[in-house]
């Protein structure tokens, strides 16, 4: 695992808009997981403007979308979906067949967690996948005490995440359970990049690079990953012991 320090969140964010810009010149047909959330909005953004300018086809990549509220449908802003349709996939016409999203109001979950490893499975794995963290450390919705070992599953969801994740909806929702691809999808992913910004992150960044691995601190298998990368600004880099 290798640290990268940018000076701020929008330098932070043309780096890794480059480098997945970078994965699909390299191999058109990758495939491609991220998450969603504030950190990921300006990569997005960045990676559309970017494929404008540098008048590049990036429209044959598999997108495979990280995790979902369940019991969210697709039409709430505040969902996993609408924020990967409206920041990412509308404005790069990615045709809909290479879009693959759970969904949130499935009555069979465990259906949309087999869909999605055998996707997977299909296309040959995951090519790049760049994720957040959240304030308890987790990945996706893969929530203190998760197995390394997951594939996609449904998982209740902590409490700091459920207080968390209200920051994303306008009026108060109930979250109680997430839908998400494991930390094995993480750990198989040929290229693994786990993006924060902001002093608010500083302590969960802290403790992903400098705790031992453990489950409890799900971020922590970062450290796992040959070719993971901790993509930060300073703010979030600023309680590391290389920083002080
Ligand atoms: C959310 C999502 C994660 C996301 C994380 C951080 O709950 N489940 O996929 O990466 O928390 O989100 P943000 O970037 O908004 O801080």
Same mark, same amino acid.
């Given at each position: 695992?290798?640290?990268?320090?940018?000076?701020?969140?929008?330098?932070?964010?043309?780096?890794?808009?480059?480098?997945?810009?970078?994965?699909?010149?390299?191999?058109?047909?990758?495939?491609?997981?991220?998450?969603?959330?504030?950190?990921?909005?300006?990569?997005?953004?960045?990676?559309?403007?970017?494929?404008?300018?540098?008048?590049?086809?990036?429209?044959?990549?598999?997108?495979?979308?990280?995790?979902?509220?369940?019991?969210?449908?697709?039409?709430?802003?505040?969902?996993?979906?609408?924020?990967?349709?409206?920041?990412?996939?509308?404005?790069?016409?990615?045709?809909?067949?290479?879009?693959?999203?759970?969904?949130?109001?499935?009555?069979?979950?465990?259906?949309?967690?087999?869909?999605?490893?055998?996707?997977?499975?299909?296309?040959?794995?995951?090519?790049?996948?760049?994720?957040?963290?959240?304030?308890?450390?987790?990945?996706?919705?893969?929530?203190?005490?998760?197995?390394?070992?997951?594939?996609?599953?449904?998982?209740?969801?902590?409490?700091?995440?459920?207080?968390?994740?209200?920051?994303?909806?306008?009026?108060?929702? &109930?979250?109680?359970?997430? @839908?998400?691809? $494991?930390?094995?999808? =993480? #750990? %198989?992913?040929? +290229?693994?990049?786990?993006?924060?910004?902001?002093?608010?992150?500083?302590?969960?960044?802290?403790?992903?690079?400098?705790?031992?691995?453990?489950?409890?601190?799900?971020?922590?298998?970062?450290?796992?990953?040959? &070719?993971?990368?901790?993509? @930060?600004?300073? $703010?979030?880099?600023? =309680? #590391? %012991?290389?920083? +002080?």
């Amino acid at each position: 695992m290798e640290i990268k320090t940018f000076k701020d969140h929008e330098s932070l964010s043309a780096a890794v808009a480059a480098e997945i810009l970078a994965t699909l010149k390299n191999k058109p047909g990758a495939v491609i997981c991220l998450a969603s959330g504030e950190t990921p909005r300006r990569t997005c953004q960045l990676l559309v403007e970017l494929a404008r300018r540098d008048k590049t086809d990036i429209s044959q990549f598999t997108f495979i979308g990280l995790d979902e509220w369940v019991g969210i449908p697709p039409e709430n802003a505040g969902s996993c979906h609408y924020f990967f349709q409206h920041e990412l996939l509308d404005p790069l016409k990615i045709p809909n067949q290479q879009v693959h999203l759970f969904d949130g109001m499935s009555e069979d979950l465990r259906e949309e967690c087999t869909k999605m490893d055998a996707v997977i499975g299909e296309k040959g794995g995951i090519d790049l996948i760049v994720v957040g963290i959240g304030m308890n450390g987790h990945i996706g919705f893969n929530e203190p005490g998760v197995s390394f070992d997951n594939y996609s599953h449904v998982i209740d969801l902590d409490e700091t995440t459920i207080t968390v994740g209200q920051k994303y909806f306008t009026t108060p929702v &109930s979250l109680q359970k997430g @839908i998400t691809l $494991g930390l094995k999808h =993480l #750990l %198989n992913a040929k +290229k693994a990049i786990l993006i924060a910004n902001g002093t608010k992150k500083a302590g969960v960044i802290r403790d992903t690079v400098e705790q031992k691995v453990n489950n409890n601190f799900p971020a922590t298998v970062m450290q796992q990953h040959a &070719s993971g990368f901790v993509m @930060i600004d300073e $703010g979030a880099a600023s =309680l #590391l %012991n290389q920083s +002080k």
